[in-house]
């Protein structure tokens, strides 16, 4: 079993810059993948950046050019740039590892106009 927990959520400016990191500990021998979902109130769950060991990264189309992920394998952290924020961005923000399917708690996003 994979625990994550997730930090450096807040409250930002539109046009201003967060980074959210998420550590893995437990079973970790079995990720291959790790990344972010968001949840807006009101929405479902979405892609927002997932990166492979191989460094293979899968973005959703309205964060290209604006987040860049990062993952540092030997320590189990993976990382989340946000640059540009909008007041769209705002959600939780929820790490994923897998497999199997692991999910953080959760870290608020909230980005003002």
């Known amino acids: 079993q994979v625990q994550l927990v997730e930090s450096g959520g807040g409250l930002v400016q539109a046009g201003g810059s967060l980074r959210l990191s998420c550590s893995a500990s437990?079973?970790?021998?079995?990720?291959?993948?790790m990344g972010w979902y968001r949840q807006a109130p009101g929405e479902q769950r979405e892609l927002v950046l997932l990166?492979?060991?191989?460094?293979?990264?899968h973005y959703a189309d309205s964060v290209k050019g604006r987040f860049t992920i990062f993952r540092d394998i030997a320590n189990n952290t993976v990382y989340l740039q946000m640059n540009s924020l909008k007041p769209e961005d705002t959600a939780v923000y929820y790490c994923?590892?897998?497999?199997?399917?692991?999910w953080g708690q959760g870290t608020q996003v909230t980005v003002s106009s």
């Open positions: 990166i492979r060991d191989s460094g293979t990264t």
């Open positions: 437990g079973n970790t021998a079995s990720i291959t993948l």
């Open positions: 994923y590892a897998g497999p199997p399917p692991a």
